[in-house]
């Protein structure tokens, strides 16, 4: 299985600043067709998760372009700038490249 | 709009088993794959399986081969999940999720959870 391993933040974050989660995966998540197949979300408390980038760095529709994603075949990074309150919760990101599907632990945000 | 409503809460003695239903509406779940995943109790998240409704055809995670059952009944746009043999740490909440062809990177929908509680 594929293992995806996430950093830590450095919590709390200002309201105002930026913020960047990494994310490493064990195994390249290129693919052949030229895609990248590594995932974000943000599960807010109490809430289901919600995807917010795909394919390493395509928001997803409705996203605010506070939030990118970058990275290479297996390190990761998603940045938020401008963090605001609506960003707390706990980020994910996941690998779609084969199964079984896994996620990271998990990143959580905390805004000062 | 494309909602994904799932079952209410389910109280299960060990031992028994539970079905977990998924209703999609604003979107055909025969142009899709409905995947499962699961949340222990302050814990992250854990892909499960999924089905092609389509077909019928399900692929899950090793560990949850004995555990989870995955069907669906386009008839209705309904999935569902049922878990057998249940133990206390099955206690957990359970997401259905799906891709649509707009998003076909990522979960872009995801139903609101089921927690699945295990206890005599």
């Not at chain 1, 290129?30 to 979300?41: A, C, I």
């Not at chain 1, 919600?50 to 605010?64: D, E, H, N, P």
């Not at chain 2, 008839?75 to 999720?97: E, G, H, P, V």
């Amino acid at each position: 299985d594929i293992v995806m391993t996430q950093g830590a933040l450095p919590n709390p974050v200002p309201s105002g600043e930026s913020a960047s989660i990494t994310c490493q995966s064990s195994k390249s998540l290129l693919y052949s067709d030229g895609k990248t197949y590594l995932n974000w979300y943000l599960q807010r408390p109490g809430q289901s998760p919600q995807l917010l980038i795909y394919w390493m760095s395509t928001r997803a529709s409705g996203v605010s372009d506070r939030f990118s994603g970058s990275g290479s075949g297996t390190d990761f990074t998603l940045k938020i700038s401008r963090v605001e309150a609506e960003d707390v919760g706990v980020y994910y990101c996941q690998q779609f490249l084969e199964f079984p599907l896994t996620f990271g632990s998990g990143t959580k945000l905390e805004i000062k | 709009e494309v909602q994904l409503q799932q079952s209410g809460a389910e109280l299960g003695k060990p031992g028994t088993s539970v079905k977990l239903s998924c209703k999609v509406s604003g979107y055909n779940i025969r142009s899709t794959y409905m995947h499962w995943v699961n949340q222990r109790p302050g814990k992250g998240l854990e892909w499960i399986g999924r089905i092609d409704p389509a077909n019928g055809n399900t692929i899950y995670a090793e560990k949850f081969k004995s555990k989870a059952t995955l069907t669906a009944d386009t008839s209705s746009n309904t999935a569902y999940m049922q878990l057998s043999q249940l133990k206390s740490d099955d206690t957990a909440i359970y997401f259905c999720a799906i891709l649509i062809a707009a998003t076909p990177g990522g979960f872009a929908y995801w139903g609101q959870g089921t927690l699945v509680t295990v206890s005599s």
